[in-house]
């Protein structure tokens, strides 16, 4: 669901032993939404024409936060052009959108469905070594989506063109664990790596944690156990 596209470990790992909550198999994620967080009291503003939130006297609604996060993070090759003040600022709206999250995000039935990965703080965790800065002068990427089918079942992908003329994709298949009411777990397969006519899989399985810190019908933000921020928007 919210996981992340961690690149694969290269051999076989078991499933983690998780100390704060035991793993449980979800066995219907389709429950009913959680009641939204309380919202905090606003102060009447003015319409203005950006939205700062490094600007503490300014208070607005998640419909805006939405807009913002959406803005800054949008061409920008899932946030590998960004500056560094760039993340500061997309950390800062998504940390005010948190207080809007619903109670037990885990159980929300928005998270199932596709997913774009429109940014990533850490450019190399979604799609590993084909978006490092060596992977990337190889490696065009064309699309990246997250797919969560009920009641557990991840899929990600990865679309690229290598040097611009052949057509590639890795693609890995997960199975989804609840490991409290915001934490979620995949442990993936395998990835399958096609490239021209070439068809095949490789390394071990992978494992990734992913605390979802907010959702709703148009974006999902998810903070990795190693501290990365993910933004995903709903595909139309």
């Known amino acids: 669901m919210a996981c992340s596209f961690s690149p694969p470990l290269p051999s076989s790992v078991?499933?983690?032993?998780?100390s704060k909550a035991s793993v449980s198999k979800p066995s219907n994620l389709l429950l009913t939404v959680s009641v939204p967080c309380e919202k905090r009291q606003s102060k009447s503003l003015r319409i203005v024409t950006a939205v700062s939130i490094s600007n503490p006297e300014v208070?607005?609604?998640p419909d805006d936060l939405v807009?913002?996060?959406l803005s800054k993070v949008?061409?920008?090759?899932?946030g590998v052009s960004l500056t560094k003040e760039g993340h500061k600022e997309v950390a800062e709206v998504a940390q005010e959108l948190q207080k809007y999250c619903v109670n037990e995000p885990v159980k929300c039935p928005l998270i199932f469905g596709e997913w774009d990965v429109v940014y990533c703080s850490n450019p190399t965790s979604p799609g590993g070594g084909y978006r490092s800065a060596?992977?990337?002068?190889f490696f065009k990427a064309k699309e990246m989506v997250q797919v969560v089918e009920a009641p557990d079942t991840v899929k990600n992908s990865v679309s690229f063109t290598v040097l611009g003329f052949v057509d590639g994709e890795v693609s890995l298949k997960g199975?989804?664990?609840?490991?409290d009411d915001k934490w979620i777990q995949v442990i993936f397969e395998p990835p399958e790596l096609k490239v021209g006519?070439?068809?095949?899989?490789?390394g071990g399985?992978?494992?990734v944690k992913l605390q979802i810190t907010y959702i709703d019908e148009k974006i999902r933000l998810g903070l990795g156990s190693r501290g990365s921020l993910f933004v995903f928007q709903r595909r139309k």
Not at 197 to 202: D, V
Request: positive net charge; without cysteine; charged residues 30%.
């Open 14 to 18: 078991s499933k983690p032993n998780i």
């Open 175 to 179: 199975k989804l664990y609840v490991l």
């Open 59 to 61: 208070r607005t609604g």
């Open 74 to 78: 949008i061409q920008t090759d899932r």
């Open 67 to 69: 807009q913002s996060i």
């Open 197 to 202: 006519g070439l068809e095949f899989r490789y």
């Open 134 to 137: 060596v992977g990337r002068l």
């Open 205 to 207: 399985e992978s494992e």
